[in-house]
């Protein structure tokens, strides 16, 4: 099997979190996962420096829990950013940015906020966590930093959607809006277990894809809108992020997957940073090569938002949807790199 060279590093920083959302995949895995574990500093910059010099152009700042919580963020924020990264990236929940305005608006060029409702009622249903009224006051104190350091900061809003809350979409979008963010990307709800969540994932019905067409009937939206992949027969079983990324966690273990919490069976950068496509992990990418059908995917790959047949985008400036990212306008356009 050729061996696609990476572009994107994503760094796990800490497994500490302030919340416990239902959905969390890696709740989903193991209940009592989140610990106070840190990646030592000096190991981050080891590994971000490792790779820059490989050749990684792209480097996604996470947790297996809320990156926010890191205490050594600042100063690995700006190790990285005296890299030659083209693109330093950063998720969160929210709940923290307050403390942080100042070092995401010099250090990172786009940020990821979790916002799953669009009032107090609805964030606390899906979030078991009655914080959207900081979120939403954190986020409009962030836009506003941005614009008055005239930064070039570009702020999301990420927002995980499946059967029980679809009709949340059209006041998320207003919400997004009302926040002058510069997008907001719903994810389908992606059941990396059999473990009940008491969530549904969204697939290709009628109603859903009615539902969808009336969505796009409007161009006149303010900001850019990702609507969720849909599951269903799939016609092709190729995944970019399998290839085009590596995935290190807060021990320094690997992992295939954003949707696979990183564990030791996957080598660990300490033994081998070339691990990533090594033992374990490159036998799970040459079984994903190999496979004929939907049947023979491991579960958490077959409800993959990743491998859905489309994906339905809003551009604003152009006033257009299209099923797929122009390559000049989202980083996370697919060029492959062969070792």
Not at 212 to 230: A, D, N
Not at 288 to 297: C, P, Y
Request: with cysteine; charged share 25%; aromatic share 14%.
């Amino acid at each position: 099997m050729r061996h696609i060279k990476p572009r994107y590093l994503i760094l796990y920083l800490t497994r500490k979190c302030n919340m416990r959302c239902p959905h969390c995949i890696f709740r989903l895995y193991e209940k009592d996962f989140f610990s106070d574990e840190d990646m030592d500093i000096s190991f981050g910059k080891e590994i971000i420096s490792y790779y820059e010099r490989y050749g990684i152009k792209e480097l996604f700042l996470t947790a297996e829990g809320e990156p926010l919580l890191y205490e050594n963020l600042p100063e690995l924020l700006s190790y990285s950013k005296k890299k030659d990264f083209e693109r330093i990236h950063l998720n969160t929940n929210g709940l923290l940015l307050h403390q942080h305005l100042d070092t995401i608006v010099k250090y990172v060029d786009s940020i990821y906020i979790s916002v799953d409702g669009y009032n107090r009622e609805t964030y606390k249903n899906h979030r078991e966590c009655d914080a959207f009224d900081k979120v939403v006051e954190n986020i409009s104190a962030l836009t506003q930093k941005n614009k008055s350091s005239s930064g070039s900061l570009f702020i999301s809003i990420a927002c995980v959607i499946h059967e029980q809350n679809i009709h949340y979409i059209e006041k998320m979008i207003q919400l997004a809006e009302s926040l002058n963010v510069n997008r907001i990307e719903f994810f389908n709800y992606h059941a990396v277990t059999k473990t009940l969540s008491g969530c549904i994932p969204l697939y290709q019905s009628d109603s859903t894809k009615t539902f969808f067409q009336t969505i796009k009937s409007s161009r006149h939206y303010g900001v850019e809108i990702v609507l969720p992949s849909l599951l269903g027969d799939k016609r092709k079983f190729y995944c970019e992020n399998l290839f085009n990324w590596i995935i290190v966690g807060a021990r320094g273990n690997f992992s295939p997957c954003c949707q696979i919490p990183p564990h030791k069976k996957f080598g660990n950068f300490r033994d081998d940073p070339k691990n990533f496509i090594k033992g374990d992990i490159l036998q799970f990418k040459t079984e994903f090569t190999n496979v004929q059908s939907n049947d023979d995917l491991c579960y958490s790959c077959r409800e993959c938002n990743g491998l859905s047949p489309e994906n339905n985008i809003f551009f604003p400036d152009k006033k257009i949807w299209t099923k797929r990212y122009p390559t000049s306008n989202y980083s996370y356009a697919f060029t492959p790199r062969i070792i």
